[in-house]
């Protein structure tokens, strides 16, 4: 597992210095791809709760998405899973390989669970996924070769024989990260992962996910409520309320009237309270 | 011993053994997705609905009330499936309105002239009672489960698993319960004059929640659901034999005492 350093506020690091983890595959070209969301808007039972989303996602980094509660946030994952309908487009254009069109989306929702009775195990869940073979007729060597490998690259291949519902969060996290990335997302769309994992299992993951967005070349887009995590992990930062209101480094989106007005903490507030509208 | 083979000297015996043999197996595999969708009170309203069907049938003059059951049953399954997608009502709530409307208008309706103890079969179900066609018409519905069973498994398993990453994953979640939902209520209805509309709920969810409590993958699921729900229903039919009580009951009775085990056995285990 990689630790990376924790400097508060620290500037995004440069990509493709990782020695371990996983297998070297092609060279790593991070920024050669990009998704774009364009217009997004989703009106439910008439009533609108996201309009003119405009996001600009660059391969290999990490977006957090942060906003009050009811900002639409999960809904705007949702909407680009293709879960519910939307307005707009999403679009991903890879240069190298000079291809348009939808991105592939690995989608893992808001705080996963399962019923502590459910009678399934890990392999069951990638078999359901990607086994033509019923899953109650047992697994293939292929077919558990196959989620061993998928699991590997969350650090989670000895969960394969669990329970799922006897998972821990954090393991539960990884295994549903692992079904996520196959096959290989363009765009990885993350529902508060972290939220219930202690300080130790969060940096982790967020190790985690910096050495697999950078060998896969991956757009993670991400849900958080901890704001001090997600500064000190992520490339850009994008506070939602309906629309974007403010985009950009963890920083700059930090000093924001837009995000004192909303998320900020700090006394001050309540004097921007009645000042400022929607920006 | 002797006593027991000697069931077999009669046809009927023969037929309600073949019967058994198809029926615990469809029943008990159908009940591992209809408790882990969380659907035994649906099971349940669609048994009693089955009045109203034969109703229907009787007022549309339909010669066969099977028809009856079976067209009702498909309306009453689709329903549930697109009313809960809607979200406008919670659907136990819905389901038990409209259930005990389904039962209340049947009765109403069956009852009229004071005609009602011709259909009470329908109430306790008279396995003893199938025929050469009637275990043919098993059949037939046991090979359409098995193939829909081996082709659809895995996309219904992840849909109830983790409907988002399914819908994700491009599988049509709605489609998938829906082709479900039908198929229970075709083999519910097929089933009821068999086992009966006041048991066949607790042959579909009896089993299957003993064997859950037990299992940690979906292969010792269906395997534990399927013996508990043969062992069951061949128990039921000696007993039903021996002492003149309908099948159906003795089964249920019999699978609950697995499901007490099971609830012991799983304390034990910490999955209580």
């Known amino acids: ?279 | 011993m002797a006593a027991l083979l000697h069931m077999f000297d009669y046809g009927f015996m023969r037929y309600a053994f073949l019967a058994m043999l198809m029926l615990a197996p469809l029943l008990g595999m159908l009940g591992t997705q209809v408790v882990s969708a969380r659907m035994a009170f649906f099971a349940d309203a669609l048994g009693h609905s089955a009045l109203a069907g034969i109703a229907v049938g009787v007022l549309l003059g339909v010669s066969d009330p099977m028809l009856g059951m079976v067209g009702f049953g498909l309306v009453f399954a689709v329903g549930i499936v697109i009313g809960r997608e809607r979200g406008t009502s919670t659907a136990d709530t819905t389901i038990g309105v409209f259930s005990s409307l389904a039962m209340a208008l049947g009765i109403l309706l069956l009852s009229r002239g004071g005609n009602f103890s011709k259909y009470s079969a329908f109430l306790i179900g008279d396995i003893l009672a199938i025929d050469a066609a009637d275990l043919l018409r098993l059949a037939v519905v046991l090979a359409v489960f098995l193939v829909y069973w081996l082709l659809f498994y895995n996309r219904l398993l992840l849909t109830t698993l983790q409907p988002s990453v399914a819908e994700s994953r491009g599988i049509r979640v709605l489609w998938q319960e829906i082709l479900f939902n039908v198929l229970v209520a075709v083999v519910v209805m097929v089933s009821i004059r068999w086992v009966g509309l006041l048991v066949i709920n607790a042959m579909l969810v009896v089993p299957a929640a003993a064997a859950r409590r037990l299992s940690g993958s979906v292969r010792s699921y269906q395997a534990l659901t399927v013996g508990i729900s043969l062992i069951s229903g061949l128990a039921g039919l000696v007993v039903s034999y021996f002492a003149d009580v309908p099948a159906g009951a003795a089964f249920v009775v019999v699978a609950a005492a697995f499901y007490l085990v099971s609830v012991v056995l799983a304390r034990r285990r910490g999955r209580a």
């Open chain 1, 1 to 279: 597992m990689t630790e990376s350093p924790n400097v508060p506020l620290a500037a995004p690091e440069p990509h493709g210095h990782h020695h371990h983890g996983l297998e070297p595959a092609a060279p790593i070209v991070c920024a050669a791809c990009c998704t774009r969301i364009e217009s997004l808007g989703v009106t439910i039972s008439g009533r609108p709760i996201l309009h003119d989303v405009d996001i600009h996602l660059h391969c290999g980094e990490l977006t957090v998405i942060v906003g009050p509660n009811g900002a639409g946030k999960t809904t705007l994952l949702r909407a680009i899973a293709g879960l519910i309908p939307h307005q707009g487009r999403i679009v991903f254009e890879d240069f190298g390989r000079g291809r348009t069109g939808r991105p592939t989306i690995g989608y893992v929702p808001q705080a996963p669970s399962f019923d502590r009775s459910t009678p399934a195990s890990v392999q069951d869940l990638f078999s359901a996924a990607f086994s033509r073979r019923p899953a109650f007729t047992g697994a293939s060597r292929h077919s558990r070769d196959f989620a061993d490998a998928c699991l590997a690259r969350t650090g989670s291949a000895h969960l394969l024989h669990r329970e799922i519902a006897r998972l821990s969060g954090g393991e539960l996290q990884r295994v549903m990260l692992a079904l996520a990335l196959e096959p290989s997302p363009n765009l990885l769309l993350l529902d508060e992962p972290v939220s219930g994992m202690d300080i130790r299992g969060r940096d982790a993951f967020y190790g985690l996910l910096e050495e697999l967005r950078c060998h896969l070349d991956l757009s993670v887009l991400m849900v958080s409520h901890d704001m001090a995590a997600a500064a000190e992990h992520a490339d850009r930062l994008i506070l939602l309320d309906g629309t974007v209101l403010a985009d950009g480094l963890p920083e700059e989106v930090a000093a924001s009237a837009a995000y004192l007005d909303r998320l900020d903490p700090a006394p001050h507030k309540h004097v921007h309270r009645h000042a400022g509208g929607n920006a």
